[in-house]
């Protein structure tokens, strides 16, 4: 299987390396495992996560009111 890195999924998620972070330490998407060259590694269900998070800022959620309801992504 082919490592989802951060550039991919920055790319295929419209997102900024800076944004993913974020929703990594906000707890918006799970921390990706690391290759043995330690490369980010990310699960297949990050891109959901994203779209998901990306559908919800347009209708002025905020990172906290995400996070509460980050469960149910």
Same mark, same amino acid.
């Given at each position: 299987?082919?490592?989802?890195?951060? #550039? /991919?999924?920055?790319? !295929? *998620?419209?997102? /900024?390396? #800076?944004? &993913?972070?974020?929703?990594?330490? %906000?707890? =918006? @998407?799970?921390?990706?495992?690391? /290759? #043995?060259? #330690?490369?980010? +590694?990310?699960?297949? +269900?990050t891109? !959901?996560?994203?779209? !998901? @998070?990306?559908? &919800?800022?347009?209708v002025?959620?905020?990172? =906290?009111? *995400?996070? %509460?309801?980050? !469960?149910? =992504?």
């Amino acid at each position: 299987m082919v490592p989802l890195t951060s #550039g /991919t999924v920055c790319s !295929a *998620a419209g997102v /900024t390396r #800076g944004q &993913l972070r974020l929703y990594e330490r %906000e707890g =918006l @998407i799970p921390a990706p495992r690391r /290759t #043995g060259g #330690g490369f980010r +590694d990310y699960p297949a +269900d990050t891109l !959901a996560r994203l779209q !998901a @998070i990306r559908q &919800l800022k347009p209708v002025s959620y905020t990172h =906290l009111r *995400a996070h %509460e309801t980050k !469960a149910n =992504l």
